[in-house]
């Protein structure tokens, strides 16, 4: 089988609206597609910065795939959220990116949004906290259903990661 290795770390968010962020993160792959080591999901720590108006994480990641395929190629699906000065978490936006298909070593920035409801909602968002939530998380890439969706962006994720291939050729797949 050609495997896959993903190694790197989910490093940083900014141009979010507030501070005091933290970001729970999964990886999603095809029925090709199986785990031999490594995590499928995470969560970093809490970063409120002081003086920098990006927030750092650098949570480690590191995965190993094994596939029969390209089809059902990984990608990482994040959500961040924010600590209020009340202690609750609200999530502040989704986002998704595909891992590279080169090997190598990557800077990838995965773009967030949140969905918007009416102006009572944003009314009740403002003043209360929370706000509209995604009923199910596999609408952020599912194309078909998201498009109906009103959002807004927010911010951005990065994430530097290494992408290590073997096997591919033999199996007829260039990278």
């Not at 927030?55 to 699906?77: L, M, Y």
């Not at 936006?93 to 595909?98: A, D, L, M, P, S």
Request: charged residues 20%.
């Amino acid at each position: 089988m050609a495997e896959l290795f993903i190694i790197g770390q989910l490093c940083s968010a900014e141009q979010f609206p507030s501070k005091s962020l933290f970001c729970k993160w999964s990886v999603h792959a095809g029925t090709n597609w199986k785990i031999i080591s490594g995590h499928k999901e995470g969560q970093t720590q809490v970063d409120s910065p002081s003086y920098d108006s990006r927030t750092w994480w650098c949570h480690p990641i590191d995965i190993h795939f094994a596939s029969k395929g390209i089809q059902g190629w990984p990608k990482f699906h994040v959500q961040v959220y924010h600590y209020d000065s009340y202690g609750r978490s609200e999530i502040y936006g989704y986002g998704f990116c595909y891992v590279p298909t080169t090997p190598g070593t990557h800077t990838v920035d995965c773009h967030t949004w949140r969905p918007i409801g009416n102006l009572r909602d944003e009314f009740r968002r403002f003043f209360l906290g929370g706000g509209a939530q995604l009923k199910s998380p596999d609408f952020v890439y599912c194309g078909t259903d998201r498009y109906r969706l009103h959002t807004e962006s927010l911010g951005t994720v990065r994430f530097r990661l290494n992408v290590i291939a073997r096997n591919f050729r033999r199996y007829g797949v260039e990278l």
